[in-house]
């Protein structure tokens, strides 16, 4: 089955730098979709960026320019690069991941991390 386990989550000052990284095991990181979301308590969840089979990435609008998606498909890893970061990037992570065709068809991520905890403080 698909696991996902996010880690490298922690408190950085405003302005500082974090790299969270996501295992995936049962299935290939380099050949699904996957994104990053972050939720904040009694707020929606949000996206923060994607990446596709070919290495495409897309960002919200608030985090592009500080925030970098890349994959490490030796090691079946999914990373988010974070940096000038500020407090309203605080929220629980997590990683998504699924094929490409079920992204395409919007039907939403079926496989899910259980989310890294970032402050920004």
């Known amino acids: 089955h698909v696991q996902l386990v996010e880690s490298g989550g922690g408190s950085v000052q405003p302005g500082g730098s974090l790299r969270l990284s996501c295992v995936g095991s049962g299935f290939s990181v380099r050949e699904y979709c996957m994104g990053w979301y972050r939720k904040v308590a009694g707020q929606d969840t949000e996206g923060v960026g994607s990446i596709d089979s070919d290495g495409n990435t897309n960002y919200r609008s608030d985090v592009k320019g500080r925030f970098t998606i890349s994959k490490d498909n030796a090691k079946n890893t999914l990373y988010l690069r974070m940096t000038k970061m500020e407090p309203e990037d605080t929220a629980m992570y997590y990683c998504?991941?699924?094929?490409?065709?079920?992204?395409?068809?919007?039907?939403?991520?079926?496989?899910w991390g259980q989310g890294t905890q970032v402050t920004v403080s």
């Open positions: 998504a991941a699924d094929t490409c065709t079920e992204v395409a068809d919007e039907n939403g991520y079926r496989n």
